[in-house]
Structure formats: C-alpha cells, structure tokens
C-alpha cells in the first residue's frame, strides 16, 4: 500500500475499495436494466440478429410498456432502501438487490415466450423493486466511508458505474444477440455477470470504517476525523426532520433539476436504438455500435468533469457551489441546444445525427458532479433519504416518457414525431438547470443537525414553558452553586 500522509490519509485505501465496490454494483444493475432498449429490437425483428430464434410481435404500444415497467417497481422501493440501508447495514442490502436483479435476468428467457409482453412486464416490475433499493443505499454508504474532502471524488468515482453499466449494455448486447446465443443470451450473460459481482461483494464489502477489516487505524482516523470537523455530522441514527426537508428550498431545486434531466435523459437511453433503427435505418448490429458511442462520450467525459473539478477545488479558484453549477449549466443546456439539431436530420445525415447524439449523451457525464451528488452537501446525516426522495420522484419520469414516446412516435420511420419527443426534453433541460442556478445550494442545511428536532421543538415552546425551564435551570445553578460553596468551606 502506498505510504500514508497523516493529514490527509492513504493516497489509496480501504475508502477507494468501497467506492470501487459501489462503482462495480452500479455498472452491474445499470447492464442488467439497460440491455431491453437493445434486446427489444433482436426480439421484434430476428432478421436483424439471429433468425433462429423466436420473434414476437409486439407493437410500439406493447414496447413501450415494457420500457417503462421496471420503473413501476423501481420507484416503490426507494424509501424502504434508506431505512433498510440504517437498519440492516449496506453489505446485506446490494446483496438483495443484485442478486434478486440477477435472477430475474436469468429467468426472463424461460418465461418470455409463454407469457408474451404482459409476463415481461412483470419480470422487469419485480426487477425494478430490487434495483430501487440501490442508489438510496450507495448515498449513505459514501456519506459514511468518505471523508468531506474526498466526497465529490469517490462519489463520482463509484458514479461512473453508469456511464460503464450503459456501455456495457449497449455495446455488447447487440453482439450476443448477433451471436449463437441469440436473444436468451443477453439475460444469461448479464444474469451471470451480476452473479460473480455477488460473491465478490461478500468478501470484500463493509458496513462502515469502525468494523472493516481491510483499514489501517491511520485511515479509520483520517475518515472519522474528517466527518467529525464537518457541523452537524455523526455516525448516529438520528430521527428523520421530514417537514424540514421537505419545504428546504434547496432540495426543491434538486428534485426539480432531476426531474428535468431525468426526462431527457432517459429519451436518450431508451430510445437512440428505436430512432437509430426507424429514422436512420440502421439495422442491429451498427445499432449497437452506434448506440454504445455516445456513452463512451458520456464516460470519457465523466472522467474530464471529475479531472477539471478537482483542479479547479484544490487551487481555490472556486467554491463547491460555483462548481456544481457550472459543470450542471453544461451537461443541460448543452444537450439541449443539440436535441433541438438532431431533431431536423434524417437519414442523409446519418453521420451528423450520430455525432450530435454522441455528444448530446456525452456532456449529460457532468450531471453526476452538477447535481446528484448534491445530496451529500445539503445533509451527510441523511443522504440515503435525501436519495431515496430524489430517485423515488426522478424515476418516476422514465415510466412516463416510453408511454409519451410511444403515444407521440405512433410511426417511428416518421422524423417530425421524433423532433416533438426531443424539443420537449431540450426546455426541459432549459427549465430545470436555469432554477436549480438560482435556488440551488451547497450548504450544510440547518436540519442536518442531529439535535435539529430538539432545537425546533424547544423553540417552539410557549413562553410560560420557557420561563418555568429557565427557573428550573436557575434553581439548578443555584443547587450546584451551593454544593460548591460548601466543599470550598469544607476542605
């Protein structure tokens, strides 16, 4: 290991193994989720892929409804995941997730074919309700094993996850479907992959510093140290402030801006392969290639996000808050000033609309430094909460857009219904960076005090009740006072 900086704690410890560990269960559930948008056209139409396979007859309506159904389950199980994550630890709860994710990839292919649409439906609801318990859980477990300087850090770290489970999906999807395995070989291998994580978590996955077994008593102190001199933090179940958090204006602002990124997000996501294969006539296996592209963009560009903003903080050129914004000012209204482009190209610009989609998704890489991790900033205390509100509201969005995509792009050959789909995700994208510039924030909010309740209820006090506790103290120093008095005339 290398040596250890006493101020600053191991230039690689056991925190990076966590976050490494987080990045690996994100990459995992992002494959395991993401591979249907591809899937979905080697199961329509077997010509494209390999023709030995059963192929289904659905409609776009049909489609659509598998798209959007793993979010139904997805957004049921983000409160249960901030309580499960306080109450049962970390480790036992991605262990759920992943596992019970990976199964039902597994048993997709036995089920699909006797149970149509509607059982596929069902398999991604249920896996949909695994998955949901996974960010709630990865934000209080970083707001644990991170020190306060190293947050945007680790946080974007295990976040590119994302962008490497999206590749992944994308990119070798297409190629299994293409190959031998056909179709049921995408549910295998990812089923497969998640499985191996699972094991690999178990050995090396940990609650928190105080009970890990591969940490140094030099970094447990930098990590303790560092959270301790942060105002408010503890290590304690503290009781939840709802009401505060719930009116914060700042994490209005935050819930707002996800919910605008998530609908233009979660377009692209879902539906590149469809607008790849119906506008531009791409069939499946340049489709994959083409439609794995962008999230390399995305990933290269979550790297140069990261690289910049720990520059930029370590020389003091700006404030955390001035960092987020900016880099979040880039990944919205960059996207959306070139969705409102790639809304007029057609299949003569087959190579335009390509690389206007490539960096359209790329630049959306700063969204996890601009915003998402915002939540850590706003309260330590309760990050896994604050996640659990933030993804329960923000995926509520992608069970909407399939259906609206699916209502609006009732031809997907037709490039005019696509560009009604992008100009609404572009002033969205507008809208809800502009708010969060103005009412968004970095601060520790006030209710991530673990005495917060206490003070407020104490506040809140009737002015008789105030005067009766300011007695009672009295009477108390007067009591304490005389003890004093005595001792000294004593000895």
């Not at 329509?44 to 389950?73: R, V």
């Not at 997000?265 to 340049?286: D, E, T």
């Amino acid at each position: 290991m290398p040596p250890i900086d006493e101020n600053k704690g191991p230039v690689l410890g056991a925190r990076h193994l966590q976050a490494f560990l987080l990045f690996l269960a994100i990459a995992v559930c992002y494959a395991g989720r993401l591979n249907v948008s591809v899937s979905l056209v080697a199961m329509t139409d077997a010509e494209t892929t390999n023709p030995d396979f059963h192929e289904f007859n659905w409609n776009e309506k049909q489609k659509s409804y598998i798209l959007s159904s793993f979010y139904w389950g997805y957004v049921v199980t983000q409160f249960p995941g901030a309580y499960m994550a306080r109450n049962f630890g970390v480790k036992t709860c991605i262990l759920i997730a992943t596992l019970g994710s990976s199964i039902c990839n597994i048993i997709l292919p036995f089920c699909v074919p006797w149970g149509q649409w509607q059982v596929y439906c069902v398999i991604r609801i249920i896996q949909g309700l695994f998955q949901g318990l996974i960010f709630p859980i990865v934000h209080a477990h970083l707001a644990v094993w991170s020190p306060v300087e190293e947050r945007t850090l680790l946080g974007a770290l295990s976040h590119l996850g994302i962008e490497c489970g999206t590749v992944l999906a994308m990119s070798l999807t297409g190629l299994i479907a293409a190959s031998d395995l056909g179709w049921p070989g995408i549910s295998y291998v990812y089923g497969g992959i998640g499985i191996v994580f699972c094991g690999i978590w178990m050995i090396f996955a940990e609650n928190n510093p105080a009970d890990a077994r591969f940490i140094t008593s030099r970094e447990k102190k930098y990590i303790v140290m560092s959270q301790a001199s942060a105002d408010g933090e503890t290590n304690e179940t503290i009781p939840i402030p709802w009401k505060a958090i719930l009116t914060s204006v700042p994490f209005i602002s935050l819930i707002v801006t996800r919910i605008c990124h998530a609908w233009g997000f979660s377009i692209m996501q879902a539906q590149i392969p469809a607008y790849l294969h119906g506008v531009l006539n791409m069939n499946i296996k340049s489709n994959a290639l083409f439609s794995t592209l962008p999230y390399i963009a995305m990933l290269a560009c979550s790297f140069i996000f990261l690289i910049l903003a720990e520059i930029v903080m370590k020389k003091e050129w700006a404030s955390l808050g001035v960092v987020r914004k900016t880099i979040n000012t880039i990944a919205m209204w960059g996207p959306a000033a070139l969705l409102f482009g790639i809304g007029f190209l057609d299949e003569n610009q087959k190579n335009l609309a390509i690389i206007l989609l490539t960096f359209n998704v790329g630049l959306n890489g700063g969204n996890t430094i601009g915003s998402l991790l915002n939540t850590i900033d706003l309260s330590s205390n309760h990050a896994g909460v604050l996640m659990s509100i933030l993804n329960g509201v923000g995926n509520c969005i992608p069970i909407i857009t399939p259906l609206a995509v699916g209502i609006i792009v009732y031809d997907e050959t037709q490039r005019s219904l696509w560009q009604i789909v992008f100009i609404i995700a572009a002033i969205l994208y507008f809208v809800g960076n502009l708010q969060y510039i103005i009412l968004g924030s970095t601060n520790t909010q006030p209710w991530n005090d673990e005495d917060f309740l206490l003070k407020r209820n104490t506040e809140q006090l009737t002015s008789f009740e105030k005067s009766l506790m300011k007695n009672s103290n009295s009477n108390i120093n007067i009591e304490r006072n005389s003890e004093t008095n005595l001792k000294t005339l004593v000895f």
